[in-house]
């Protein structure tokens, strides 16, 4: 056991089942930092011996649980890439704890440190979500200990998206279709004029696309609500869709009985790096080529702002909420109230027009009278 003093505050440092401890005081007092030490030590102690726990967890270095956590992640559910993602700042910067050693001073902590990094509140909320629920019970411990104090999630200021205008949705389309990458023109007209999100444009299967009918029956969703869901294809998704069957073909097509087919399992936007190669693998991202299309068309906006226009643009239009949502899947609640907003303007402006029109045909109609008594 050990004080040492860096710069004006004081540290303490002992070994705990093996590891190290190194924690700072804060204070300037040597006298606080041997009470920290103690304390500390003492709540390790407690961790340690308490027997509702199983102990081997509670000396383990973080870093492994969530080792272990990932990998029955990755066996229940489709995706793991987020949890990877949120628990490897989780590890990076938590790793090398034991699990004793996780307090809510722990998790305030590992906020702070993150939002130095300019991390989005949003993100450092899921991660925090991540790490005490693969805590177990000291994780609810813990979340109940900053629920009650009003710490456990950061404000999330949620902002509306962007909706391209028309000038925008050009440039983009004009861009899409010059891309170096084959995906980029259909992927955006299945986003800009379908409404359909990343992951279900990624894991679009030929299967999914009726030709006849003029439709995508979405597969894998963001909720079980939008899974299923028929969305119809206009003009410029269907036609996009044809021209990329026509290329996919003579890329990939097999030849049955003289003819080149492709198979309904086969990803319509299939891996492949630089170009596209296996068709029994989804891409991973469009990333790279739709940043490279909107520095070409001099536009700024997420990929996700394409499904947020067209909302937009069915909102001013006077679709209701259910037609949307039978269109585009689940809208959250308050980005519905945004399009109700939407809506009741266009109908304010429609109203409007009336009068104007009315006025301008009484004026017509009153200089009509005055030339004719003149």
């Known amino acids: 056991m050990a004080t040492y003093q860096r710069g004006k505050y004081w540290w303490y440092r002992f070994r705990f089942a093996g590891e190290r401890i190194d924690e700072p005081t804060k204070s300037t007092s040597r006298t606080v930092a041997k009470e920290a030490e103690r304390q500390h030590r003492r709540a ?7 027997f509702k726990e199983v102990r081997q967890n509670r000396v383990r270095i973080l870093e492994e649980i969530i080792d272990e956590y990932l990998t029955g992640y990755r066996l229940r559910y489709r995706s793991a ?23 809510d001073i722990s998790v305030l902590r590992y906020q702070e440190d993150r939002l130095r990094e300019k991390a989005a509140p949003k993100s450092i909320n ?33 902002q509306i998206g962007k909706a391209f205008d028309s000038e925008e949705t050009q440039n983009l389309a004009t861009n899409a279709k010059s891309s170096r990458s084959p995906h980029m023109y259909p992927a955006f007209m299945l986003a800009r004029n379908g409404g359909l999100r990343d992951t279900e444009i990624k894991t679009l299967t030929w299967g999914q696309v009726n030709f006849v009918a003029k439709t995508v029956q979405v597969g894998r969703a963001k909720s079980e609500a939008g899974e299923g869901r028929i969305v119809p294809l206009n003009s410029e998704a269907y036609q996009a869709l044809v021209d990329h069957r026509a290329w996919y073909l003579k890329r990939f097509g ?31 991202s469009f990333k ?8 070409n ?31 585009a899947g689940h809208v959250d609640r308050q980005m519905l109230r ?19 029109s009315r006025r301008g045909v009484s004026q017509l109609g009153s200089a009509s009278k005055a030339g004719s008594s003149a």
């Open 254 to 284: 097999e030849i049955r009985d003289g003819v080149r087919e492709i198979r309904d399992e086969w990803y319509v936007f299939p891996w492949g790096k630089p170009r596209p190669s296996d068709p029994a693998r989804h891409i991973t």
């Open 338 to 356: 945004h399009y109700s907003h939407i809506r009741m303007k266009a109908k304010r402006e429609a109203v409007e027009s009336v009068i104007a």
């Open 44 to 50: 390790l102690e407690d961790g340690y011996n308490n």
């Open 288 to 295: 790279t080529a739709w940043k490279t299309t909107r520095r």
């Open 297 to 327: 068309a001099k536009v700024k906006g997420r990929w996700h702002d394409n499904r947020h226009t067209l909302i937009t643009e069915m909102a001013e239009n006077g679709a209701g909420d259910e037609t949307i949502m039978e269109i």
């Open 126 to 158: 899921e991660e925090v979500r991540f790490l005490l629920k693969m805590l177990g019970d000291p994780g609810e411990v813990i979340r109940a200990h900053l629920k009650k104090t009003k710490q456990l999630k950061l404000t999330v200021h949620k």
């Open 81 to 103: 890439s987020f949890a990877e993602y949120a628990l490897g700042h989780v590890s990076r910067l938590l790793g090398t704890k034991i699990v004793a050693d996780i307090t």
